[in-house]
């Protein structure tokens, strides 16, 4: 059940200049967020797009301690807040578009049956692009500034919660 993410890491892996994401989950495995920093601190653009506007807290809170780590390899991160992202999109450099049901977390990449459509369409990307930089413009980034901003007690609450992290 984990050809999603191996997929996911295969794509991270081959980019020459891109991979941005949007999931509204991001609560990945240690696979999958290494091939991201990785990528990320190889100069690659990488960017993740999840929910600003979250439907459970506790995932919403475990997604705060991934972010660290990828902001400082150089990822950018931001949060949808026109509503509920329920995208689940990869755009690969400017030829390349995964979509489909696969979330960005443990329960999907690794317990659950998803699907997923690989597309390689030049054009078909670069309308995805487009869509995807629209809803950029309706995101809030996450910086390091903002998460060091977090609050002693939250950092904590969040770190125990990540323990949780392969049930959420």
């Not at 390349?96 to 078909?124: A, F, K, P, Q, Y």
Request: aromatic share 10%.
């Amino acid at each position: 059940a984990s050809g999603n993410r191996d997929m996911f890491i295969a794509a991270l892996g081959s980019a020459t200049e891109s991979v941005w994401i949007q999931s509204p989950y991001f609560v990945p495995d240690e696979p999958l967020l290494a091939a991201m920093t990785t990528a990320a601190s190889s100069g690659l653009d990488i960017r993740f797009m999840m929910a600003g506007v979250y439907d459970k807290a506790v995932p919403w809170w475990v997604e705060q301690t991934y972010f660290r780590p990828l902001l400082e390899a150089g990822a950018r991160i931001f949060q949808y807040e026109a509503g509920f992202l329920h995208s689940k999109t990869v755009t690969l450099d400017e030829d390349l578009t995964i979509i489909g049901t696969c979330n960005w977390d443990i329960r999907s990449l690794v317990l659950h049956d998803e699907v997923s459509t690989v597309i390689h369409d030049t054009d078909l990307t670069k309308e995805h692009r487009a869509q995807y930089l629209r809803d950029q413009e309706s995101c809030r980034e996450v910086t390091l500034a903002a998460l060091d901003g977090i609050g002693r007690w939250a950092t904590i609450r969040n770190q125990v919660l990540r323990l949780t992290s392969r049930l959420l």
